[in-house]
């Protein structure tokens, strides 16, 4: 069975739960099991947002205007 065809399954099966509670449990397992965008980037993409907050947090800004010509 392919991946769309399991999942059709899947929805079928969640269709027919009454259980309040069974179905809180499965939301709450999706919504732990969603990837993290952090995780999708590589390390070397971390590491330069991380060096760029620090830089932020002490103070070291560029204004917009200047951003804008230093790329054009």
Request: aromatic content about 8%; proline content about 0%.
């Amino acid at each position: 069975m392919d991946i769309q065809s399991s999942k059709i399954e899947l929805v079928k099966i969640i269709l027919n739960i009454e259980n309040d509670k069974f179905i809180e449990k499965i939301t709450e397992f999706i919504q732990k099991e969603k990837v993290d965008f952090w995780d999708e980037l590589s390390v070397a993409e971390q590491e330069e947002i991380e060096k760029g907050i620090k830089e932020l947090n002490k103070g070291k800004r560029v204004e917009f205007n200047d951003f804008l010509k230093k790329i054009s």
